[in-house]
């Protein structure tokens, strides 16, 4: 979770596009990037038995409550309603709502490391 904090994590096998075309896009909204683009590419791997995990992490990331001060974590309703409708049983939904809450804090943590430094 601290890598996708990071925005350090791309998806998919595809090669990232160029700076050139990322620059014509940022273009297009009117802004420019100084100083030069650098694409962070560091590799990750998920085991296997993480994976469903994972996947129900990135299905909840419209889930966070926010203040002015930036997200303050997770809207446990919404994280409750996303693991039913996505058909968990309920013992299942309780394990993953604790795998939820671990990464939830892992990322809350990194969020506020890096509005510190």
């Known amino acids: 979770m601290r890598l996708l904090a990071r925005g350090q994590i ?4 595809d090669e990232p ?13 009117g802004l420019t ?4 683009l650098i694409i962070v590419r560091d590799e ?3 085991w296997p038995e993480n994976e469903e995990a994972f996947s ?3 299905a909840i990331q419209t889930q ?3 203040s002015m001060a930036g997200a303050t974590g997770l809207s446990y309703p919404g994280v409750e309603t996303c693991l039913r409708l996505r058909g968990l049983k309920k ?4 394990k993953m709502f604790l795998l939820i809450q671990m990464m939830e804090r892992a990322c809350l943590d ?3 490391r890096k509005r510190e430094s």
């Open 91 to 94: 013992k299942s939904r309780q």
């Open 17 to 29: 596009e160029e700076a050139e075309s990322l620059d014509e896009g940022l273009a297009a909204f």
């Open 44 to 46: 990750f791997w998920l």
């Open 64 to 66: 966070w409550n926010a």
């Open 10 to 13: 791309e998806f998919g096998d």
């Open 110 to 112: 990194e969020w506020a």
């Open 56 to 58: 129900m992490w990135l």
């Open 33 to 36: 990037v100084s100083g030069g």
